[in-house]
């Protein structure tokens, strides 16, 4: 009871907001990549051929599906990154015929002077290569006993289900051959499912037909996926803040909550001087809030340190912390 006591204590005195927080890319490019090329090395090497075609019978894939659906992975990190207003050129290079085992792992890299000979060939400061492209299909039958509803009446009938799961595997490399190191390995799965009921197989089946357009349109998708992984994104974090304390800290709650933060903090900065430790310490902590809130990380950073070092107040120590964290990816999103 007593401690049930204290967190309905803890959760009354203060209160929660929601904040977009703009993170830096997954993936840093050097600024002075503006060209790059894009390759496919999706075609099997001649020992994997025998391999790769058993495993077209096995998984029931159509003719060409993953030659298209990798072709289709290109055209979409392609188009994604011609749209990007940061590179002056997009290249694919189809001229060049690559070739790699067949496995659901990444293949070794590309030898380094294979990939400097062809950025110097076609002008490109990186290289995005689609390294890896495969789909493994999983198709389930089973049938039900229905009653069927005809112009006689109901009769008992047997109804047939057939589901398939189509999986979409990519993977991809940047390489940069001025430092001759890979920048980024990725890989992206997603799962296609299929149904389809009939009162005999065969028209079960046909629901199953539009498979290879919904596959070659997961693949377009993922290109268009890897390429977001050099845009920054936002995120939603939570963070706490002081309501109670005195009445200016009750006023700035009601005021907060009618979307008025800077009147609120007006009042919080008024609480900074208070004569009780604890108060000025939570008034301080709110301040951080208000500057994190207004895009001033500096500022937020110097309150949030002023509530602990002058006041001890607990929960601004982990706040430090994440403010740290917050300049530091704030610098890397000045740097682009």
Known sequence: MILIAGMALVS??????????VEPAPVQLPSAITSVGIINRYLHTDETKVIDAIDKTLSLEGKNLDKDGAAESVKGLTDELAGNVRFSSVVVIDDIKFKTPGTLNFPSPLNWEIVEMICSEKNTDALFALEKYDTDTRVNYSSQKVDIQ?????????????????????????????????????????????????????????????????????????GHGYA?????????????????????????????????????????????????????GRACYN????????????????????????????????????LERRRYKDDILKAR
């Open 12 to 21: 009354c005195k203060t209160n929660q907001l929601y904040l977009n927080v």
């Open 150 to 222: 005809t112009p006689l009446g109901k009769i008992p009938g047997l109804e047939h289900q057939v589901n398939m799961e189509t999986l979409v595997k990519t993977g991809w490399r940047i390489y940069y051959p001025f430092t001759r190191s890979i920048l980024d390995e990725y890989s992206y799965d997603e799962s296609i499912v299929f149904t389809g009921r009939g009162v005999n197989p065969l028209v079960a089946a046909s629901a199953l037909i539009g498979r290879k357009e919904a596959v070659n349109q997961v693949s377009n998708k993922s």
């Open 228 to 280: 977001m992984r050099l845009l920054p994104y936002q995120i939603r974090v939570t963070r706490d803040y002081y309501v109670k304390g005195t009445n200016n800290f009750k006023i700035a709650k009601r005021k907060a909550q009618v979307g008025k933060w800077d009147e609120a903090g007006q009042l919080w900065e008024e609480e900074t001087n208070n004569s009780s430790g604890k108060i000025a």
């Open 287 to 322: 301040m951080a809030i208000i500057n994190e809130i207004n895009g001033d990380l500096d500022t937020a950073l110097g309150w949030a340190q002023k509530a602990y070092e002058d006041y001890n107040n607990k929960p601004a120590l982990d706040y430090v912390r994440i």
